[in-house]
Each structure stands twice: as structure tokens, then as C-alpha cells.
């Protein structure tokens, strides 16, 4: 090796020659390329979420005016919509919430190796669901005390509570929580079931965004009748629209348990949640089978 | 206890040669891996257990399928008496499993204790419980002086501590370690050593333990395994296989081999073999080596005046096999 040859050779430690920047930057590209490609289907997802965010905008076009959400949502429950939406949004996020904390929760544990320890557990799998959601209900619940406080004493919400209200919210809310388990957990089934490991999972995310869209989160589903029907028999299939309708009776009417709209509610609630969360508890397990079967219960083996 | 029969392993991998455009692509998708092939093994009460081979050999994929952690496609099996299929989940919780590198449960935020009390109470730890049990598993791994700080701060070996340490939180009739001395200094490991030995195979838990590091397994493990590519080599009694596998022999070093001497040394009923082995000068003198197979050791008296009868005898040494050796020489041979 010549003198010259050698000392290209020693300055190469401190910078890339042109070529193997080249080199460098094309792998770079390659491998962002490949990553893209592995989850090229959580693209499409956010186009769709993006879609259907816009659409939620257009149909507030109808709020005003004559038959418009805002004139249904005041003739039906004789309060201001300002409230009416309050707790269409308050709602939504424990409904985001359940549904998506199955996932969340498992997939934090598979990154951090810890599902094999939670399944030797004697507290299993169902303990340590169970602590998460306790977990998050507490913590979001400071969230949820904020905007309440805000909206009735700077907004002016008016809320009405009285103990029997009281009550029925909480029947009304565990059972769709059992519910909405349910599609938690088939969503967190998932993970293993058809390994959704990136970032998007179909089904959580399904429900999560058609929610805010048909559930009656800031306009009642009956503005679908007269301008699009398909959603208002969308909106009929997913538990929440239930809840939400409800929900809103006791805080905004003080409907209490001798309403027939609110037994009716509870009833159709207790139907999804005894379909719903046995699918669930069944979906999860066979992921979690499929999993110890190829022995990805951990990501190194 | 731990039986098991006929276990396979059978893992499904991507195909290296599959190509997702390839439309008619002759390979399929996955091809087969078996890592286990027809395992029988028993662990029994109050015993250490050792499970040895090479890379790859399966030891892992054994010890989670102990753990009930992992489906075999073939075989039978029962764990502290219940059945690996049919009861699953008091199968699992019957073992504690250590696992090389997992560590990584930790949250590096957390103290070492918090981490250990979070996890404890997972294991099934009651509350009242937690403060002594800790104390114990944090002595038993040497790290009870270092309880507050966090894991982050760890040295690597002590990362692998804090895991054992883990281990030993919850009270189970059988552990399982996979590589549980990797990383760990000589005299910790020692200490560690002597407290599966006595105060855990000595209590009656059953111990199993996967290691590469033959001169430990040879200390503590009262039976081992060797497995490799999934079949089970031998098994049996430590010494056992180290006298079948290995054989102790003496080296002799004496002035001459003569034939009249092999033929003594072979009318010998220890000896199995009498070889001669070449020469070497040591400080002016010319010796012969000779190897002399059998039970020399407690006939060595005998041996000793059968050679220096005729003979100049420099030196004789008894060579013991180590598991190293019989480890090498079985795996080696199934190559
Ligand atoms: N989950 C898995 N999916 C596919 N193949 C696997 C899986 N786990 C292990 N294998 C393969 O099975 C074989 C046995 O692996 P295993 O981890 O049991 O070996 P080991 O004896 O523990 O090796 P080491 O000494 O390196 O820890 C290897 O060929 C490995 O690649
Ligand atoms: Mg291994």
C-alpha cells in the first residue's frame, strides 16, 4: 500500500468519502422505505380518519336551522346545546378510552417483556386489565371533574344530579364498560391474532372514529334520517349511542329509574355487554394461544 | 416436580427464500423448524437439574414450555403434578421462571425496591409479606446494600441480579433459571450457587437449570441433560455421565514403554487400556508417556508397583474427565 493510499485510508475514520455517503443515505431511505412498507396500511388509516373527521365537521353544517342537531337536541332534551355537547364529549373519551386501553395495555407489555411474568401471575391477565383500568378511570376522572367544573361555572352548563341520577349513571356506565371491553378486547387480540404490532389496530379504530361520527357525540343520530340513513343504522349497532342518550337524559333531564326510555337503555346496554364481552374474553384468549403457540409471548425468545 | 414425554417443538419461520411478488413462487410461506424432538425429562423434588448444549439446542424453548409458556405440538406432561394441556394455569403458577436478560421488565424509574415490590405483589406476594421477602431475595443475590438505588445505575451484573432477585420473590414448589450466572462475578456466583443448592433444592423445590458454563453445572447439578438440535443426548447422575462419557485415566511418565509392560498393565482387572503416548525430554532425561484407562484412581497403589517394578517411574498423574470434556466429546461425536 502506497503512502497516498494509506493516508485516504486514515481520513476516512473522521468523514465519509462521497461514495459511501451516498451508500449511507440510500440505506437510510431503504430501510425508512421497508418500515413504511411494513405499516403502509396505517397510512390508508389516517386518510380514513381524516375523512371522516371532515365529514363530522359537515354534518355540524346542520346544526343551525330549521330540523338542524341543535334544534332537535333543544326541542328533545330543552337545554342549551352547549351542554348537550359538553357531555357528548366527556362521554367520548371514557368510550375511547375502554376501547382502546386493552390494546394499550398489552402492547406496553409486550415491549417491555413483561407478558410472560403477568401470565405466570396468579392475578393472570384479568388482574392486571382490571388495575389498568382502575388505574385510568382515576386518572382521566381528574380530566373529567375539570371540564364539568369549567363548563357549569364558566360556561354555564346547567347539569342536573340527584342521587337516583347518580346511580343510573353508574349502571349505566359499568355496563358499557363491560361492553365496550368486549371490543377492547377483540381489539387487543388482535395484536396477536393478525399481528397488529405497528401502530393501528382495524377494529379499535373503527369503532374509536365512527363513534365521534354516529353516536350522537355532538349531534343526535337523527339528523341522519332526512341526510343519510346508512349512519343512523350504524350509529343503532354500537353500544355508546345508548349510553351517550342516556347519560344525557339523567344529567340534562333528571330522568330517574322510572323512565321507560332509560330501562329500555339499560336493557339494550345489558344485551351488547352479555354479547360483547364473552366474544371478547374468547378472541383474547385465542390470541394469547396463538402467541404461546410460536412463541411470540415475548419479542425476543 | 416436572415429567415430561415425547415433547416436540415444532416453530414456524419465515421462509428465506419465499418472495412475497413471486406470485407462483414455488417455496411456501413458513418453513418448519423443530427445536425439540421427543423430549422425556424428569425433575425431581429437592434435586438440581441441569440442561446443557450448544446454541440453539432448545434449552430455552424447554425451559418455557416448563413455564407453560409455550404449546409443543407432540408429547405429554405435568408440572408440580398438574397437567401442562388440561391445567395450565396452576401448571404455570407453580414455577418461578428466571430468564437471561429479563431485566428489561423493570421501569428504570423506579428504585430497585419499588420494582421488586411491584413485581413481588404480581407474583402473588401478599402486602405484609413483601418487606421480608425482599430482604431474603436481595441477600440471597447480593444486593441488599443497594436496594434504593435505581436500575438504571446497574451494572449489567447486577441487572441480572435484580432479576434473580425477582425470581425468588414468590414461593413456588419449582425454578426455573435460564443462564442464571452469565454476567455475574465468581464470588457472587458462588453465592448464588450455594443458595439454590441449599436453601431452595435443599428446602425441596425442584431446581432446573440451563447453563453453558460446564464447570458450574458440574458443581451443583445433581443430574444433567445435554441436549442438541432438539434430541436428548444423554441424561442421568452427573457422575455418572462424567465416568461413562469421560473415564478417569492415568498419564505416566517413565523412562520405557516396554510391550511386556502393556501386557502386565492389561492383566490388570481396573485397566482397561494401557497406551502409549509418545515421548518427551524433560532435564536431560528421555521419557515415555503412557495412558492407562480404567479405575486407576483407587487402584493406584497396584498400578504404581506394577510399573515401577521394571521401570524408572518419573511422575503419574490422575486425570479426572471434566463435564467439559464429556460435553465436547458427545457433542463433538454427534457431529
Ligand atoms: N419463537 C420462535 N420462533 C421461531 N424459532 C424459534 C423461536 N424460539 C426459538 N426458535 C429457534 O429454535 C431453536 C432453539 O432455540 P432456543 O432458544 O431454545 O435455544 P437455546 O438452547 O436456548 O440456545 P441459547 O444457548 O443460544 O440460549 C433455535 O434454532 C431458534 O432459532
Ligand atoms: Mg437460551
Not at chain 1, 18 to 38: D, F
Not at chain 2, 219 to 230: A, Q, T
Request: aromatic share 12%; glycine share 8%.
Amino acid at each position: 500500500m502506497s503512502r497516498a493510499q494509506a493516508s485516504v485510508s486514515e481520513d476516512t475514520k473522521h468523514s465519509l468519502p462521497p461514495k459511501q455517503r451516498l451508500e449511507y443515505v440510500a440505506s437510510y431511505v431503504a430501510r425508512r422505505g421497508r418500515l413504511w412498507y411494513r405499516f403502509k396500511i396505517s397510512f390508508l388509516f389516517t386518510l380514513v380518519s381524516m375523512m371522516i373527521a371532515i365529514s363530522i365537521w359537515f354534518f355540524f353544517n346542520f346544526i343551525f336551522g330549521e330540523g338542524g342537531a341543535k334544534a332537535i337536541a333543544e326541542q328533545d332534551f330543552g337545554s342549551n346545546y352547549f351542554t348537550y355537547v359538553l357531555i357528548g364529549v366527556i362521554i367520548n373519551q371514557y368510550i375511547v378510552i375502554t376501547i382502546t386501553l386493552y390494546m394499550g395495555t398489552l402492547q406496553d407489555s409486550y415491549w417491555q417483556n413483561q407478558l410472560e411474568m403477568y401470565i405466570t401471575s396468579p392475578g393472570r391477565m384479568g388482574t392486571f386489565f382490571l388495575s389498568s383500568i382502575v388505574w385510568t378511570y382515576l386518572y382521566s376522572s381528574i380530566n373529567v371533574l375539570i371540564y364539568f367544573a369549567v363548563g357549569i361555572f364558566v360556561f354555564g352548563a346547567t347539569i342536573a344530579l340527584s342521587p337516583a341520577g347518580i346511580l343510573i349513571l353508574i349502571v349505566i356506565l359499568f355496563i358499557l364498560i363491560v361492553a365496550l371491553s368486549g371490543i377492547g378486547l377483540i381489539s387487543a387480540s388482535m395484536f396477536f391474532l393478525i399481528n397488529a404490532k405497528g401502530d393501528v389496530e382495524p377494529i379499535s379504530w373503527f369503532v374509536v372514529t365512527l363513534t365521534g361520527l354516529v353516536s350522537g357525540v355532538f349531534y343526535p343520530p337523527e339528523i341522519f334520517i332526512t341526510h343519510f340513513p346508512p349512519l343512523y343504522a350504524l350509529s343503532k349497532l354500537f353500544p355508546q349511542t345508548y349510553a351517550i342518550q342516556g347519560i344525557r337524559r339523567v344529567l340534562i333531564n333528571g330522568a330517574d329509574f322510572a323512565s321507560p326510555e332509560i330501562l329500555s337503555i339499560i336493557l339494550t346496554l345489558a344485551i351488547f355487554a352479555v354479547i360483547l364481552f364473552p366474544l371478547g374474553i374468547y378472541a383474547f384468549k385465542a390470541g394469547i394461544r396463538k402467541a404461546e403457540r410460536e412463541g411470540k409471548l415475548t419479542r425476543w425468545t | 416436580m416436572i415429567e415430561l414425554s415425547g415433547i416436540e417443538k415444532i416453530y414456524k419461520v419465515r421462509n428465506p427464500d419465499h418472495r412475497a411478488w413471486r406470485r407462483k413462487s414455488e417455496e411456501s410461506r413458513f418453513e418448519e423448524l423443530q427445536a425439540l424432538k421427543g423430549i422425556d425429562l424428569k425433575a425431581r423434588k429437592g434435586e438440581i437439574l441441569g440442561i446443557l448444549g450448544p446454541n440453539g439446542a432448545g434449552k430455552t424453548t424447554l425451559m418455557k414450555i416448563m413455564a407453560g409458556l409455550l404449546i409443543p405440538e407432540h408429547g405429554t406432561g405435568t408440572v408440580n403434578g398438574y397437567d401442562l394441556f388440561k391445567e395450565r394455569n396452576k401448571a404455570r403458577t407453580s414455577v418461578n421462571l428466571s430468564r437471561s436478560g429479563d431485566w428489561v421488565i423493570f421501569d428504570y424509574k423506579l428504585s430497585i425496591l419499588h420494582n421488586l415490590r411491584y413485581w413481588g405483589v404480581v407474583m402473588g406476594v401478599p402486602w405484609k409479606d413483601l418487606d421480608s421477602v425482599i430482604e431474603e431475595a436481595l441477600t440471597a443475590v447480593g444486593l441488599e446494600t443497594k436496594r434504593n438505588e435505581y436500575p438504571e445505575n446497574l451494572s449489567s451484573g447486577m441487572r441480572q441480579k435484580m432479576s434473580l432477585a425477582r425470581c425468588l420473590l414468590s414461593d413456588r414448589p419449582i425454578y426455573l433459571f435460564d443462564e442464571p450466572t452469565a454476567n455475574i462475578d465468581p464470588i457472587s456466583a458462588k453465592f448464588i450457587r450455594d443458595f439454590a443448592m441449599s436453601s431452595l433444592a435443599g428446602t425441596g423445590k425442584t431446581v432446573i437449570i440451563s447453563t453453558h458454563n460446564l464447570w458450574e453445572a458440574e458443581m451443583i447439578c445433581d443430574r444433567i441433560m445435554i441436549i442438541d438440535e432438539g434430541k436428548k443426548l444423554v441424561e442421568g447422575p452427573t457422575e455418572q455421565i462424567k465416568k461413562t462419557y469421560g473415564g478417569e485415566y492415568a498419564l505416566v511418565r517413565l523412562s520405557e514403554v516396554t510391550d511386556t509392560l502393556i501386557f502386565n498393565l492389561e492383566a490388570l482387572s481396573f485397566v482397561e487400556q494401557a497406551l502409549r503416548m509418545g515421548e518427551t525430554w524433560e532435564r536431560g532425561d528421555k521419557q515415555q508417556l503412557l495412558k492407562v484407562t480404567g479405575d486407576v484412581k483407587s487402584n493406584i497403589n497396584e498400578l504404581v508397583v506394577t510399573i515401577a517394578i521394571h521401570n524408572r517411574l518419573f511422575n503419574i498423574e490422575i486425570k479426572e474427565p471434566s463435564l467439559n470434556d464429556v460435553f465436547m466429546k458427545i457433542v463433538e461425536g454427534e457431529e
